[in-house]
């Protein structure tokens, strides 16, 4: 696609979502829906990427979110859905997992939960396009994906 073009979709939406853009629309006096629904992505999209930047991580950290993961197919948005994993992941083996990447599970967990549906929406986002990309497992493959790596895990407190 020409740099400044646009694609065009046709997307099906519900009589809820079409009035919630449509008074999106009026309150930023947009005469244009479809660019109000541009709008939104683009809100989406920077919201995603600074709630992703919110949550340090030590690469094993990191390390042990996409194990958890493993994939490369990003779910619906589900509130919670890596916080859910790794309390799911750390409940069925305890201590697996912490000893396996050497970090603190009951640490990362809580620094998940305290994050928000937002940040871990986003993290799950990310830890997707890692294995999409069949990242690195180094600090510059995880950041390639937008992931906050910081060498001291510590550096954080939930």
Known sequence: MEPGR???WQVPMTEEIE?????RC??????????????ELYFLQ???TLELGRIPLSVPEAL????VQQNAILTLPVASQVALGLETSFGLAPGLLGKKWGIDE?????KVRAAGPTADHALA?????WWAAHGSRDRSGLRA???NIVDDETSWKA
């Open 106 to 110: 009951s640490a990362i967990l809580a």
């Open 64 to 67: 042990c979110i996409a194990d």
């Open 6 to 8: 646009y694609k065009n």
């Open 46 to 48: 920077t919201h995603l």
């Open 145 to 147: 994906v937008g992931l």
């Open 26 to 39: 009026t309150r930023a006096a947009c005469a244009i829906p479809t660019r109000q629904v541009l709008s």
């Open 19 to 23: 009035a919630w853009v449509e008074g």
């Open 125 to 129: 986002d990310a830890t997707s396009a």
